[in-house]
């Protein structure tokens, strides 16, 4: 089974979502301005919070791409980890926070909604932006991957960069549809309550998309395996080869985009210490020629007696 290596389709991500958040909030901020409405005001706030967040995932971007040294020996791919985990904190505090302060103050000093269509017709032109972006966004995974399903991709991605990016297009795009029914709403009873409660849907969104980010990419900072189905067919690949007696051990680990692999095997009798070398050399660049991902490859030949599984 042979697996195709990921090509940097986060900062493309990045991209698509950037361009469309500053043109969403320069036409939010406009209409906050113009009708006094607390759901624009709240998802201006997100679309500026959110610009700021992909220039983070920008800079993240920038950063794993810088070579490796003696001091990171394994380069510095989990720099994207650091900059993700930036972002959803500031998705927390910044979008989500500010959003639902927003909305609490509106409650408690109400005031009309003046030119409630301009407020609609800005959010609807906002929908079909962020739609549009999110859709561009989900059309940079890779084919296999979104056939299986955006929640399973969530789950199983090491890639927060794009995690992100999408996780914020599906966000705002959930503010805007939250702050559209509650300016309706508004429209319809004469009550700018529901105006309020707008804002502060916006927030409780962001927080909650802000939290389970955050909990995706504790995962990955703390060591998180590759997925299934990639260590079984690693495994049956090293099962097969003709050499290989039995595996004792196979850690596959996510570090950014590739993947360090651990290997304790049996090995078949070798006449000599330099055939046994030449036998490892020749699994670990078949197994990369196989798994481009795997770009570290440690492999420990085991005895017998000795091979019991360390974990």
């Not at 995932?57 to 791409?65: C, F, P, Q, V, Y």
């Amino acid at each position: 089974m042979v697996h195709r290596g990921v090509n940097n389709t986060a900062p493309r991500a990045a991209y698509y979502a950037l361009a469309s958040n500053v043109a969403v909030a320069l036409c939010q901020y406009a209409a906050a301005a113009y009708t006094n409405s607390g759901s624009a005001l709240a998802e201006a706030i997100h679309s500026s919070a959110d610009c700021v967040n992909q220039l983070l995932l920008l800079m993240g971007s920038r950063a794993a791409s810088n070579r490796a040294d003696k001091q990171h020996p394994l380069g510095f791919g989990r720099e994207t980890y650091f900059y993700a985990l930036l972002v959803a904190l500031q998705i927390f505090l910044v979008g989500g926070v500010a959003s639902v302060t927003v909305g609490v103050v509106r409650l408690l000093h109400r005031s009309p909604l003046e030119h409630p269509y301009v407020v609609i017709a800005v959010l609807c032109v906002s929908g079909v932006i962020e739609a549009s972006a999110l859709q561009a966004s989900i059309g940079t995974i890779d084919e296999s991957r979104r056939k299986a399903g955006l929640w399973k991709w969530f789950r199983e991605t090491g890639q927060p960069q794009l995690l992100l990016a999408i996780g914020e297009d599906v966000a705002a795009l959930g503010g805007v549809l939250a702050s559209l029914v509650a300016v309706v709403l508004s429209v319809l009873t004469g009550s700018p309550v529901f105006d309020a409660c707008g804002g502060i849907a916006v927030g409780l969104i962001l927080m909650s998309t802000a939290i389970f980010s955050m909990r995706e990419i504790r995962s990955l900072i703390v060591g998180e395996a590759a997925h299934r189905h990639v260590r079984q067919a690693m495994h049956a690949w090293l099962s097969q080869r003709p050499v290989v007696g039995h595996v004792v051990s196979l850690i596959v680990l996510k570090w950014a985009d590739h993947l360090v692999v651990a290997i304790q095997a049996e090995l078949r009798p070798h006449g000599s210490a330099d055939e046994l070398v030449r036998t490892i050399d020749r699994i670990g660049n078949d197994l990369k020629s196989a798994f481009p991902l795997a770009k570290w490859i440690f492999f420990e030949p085991k005895l017998r007696e000795h091979g019991s599984h360390p974990l």
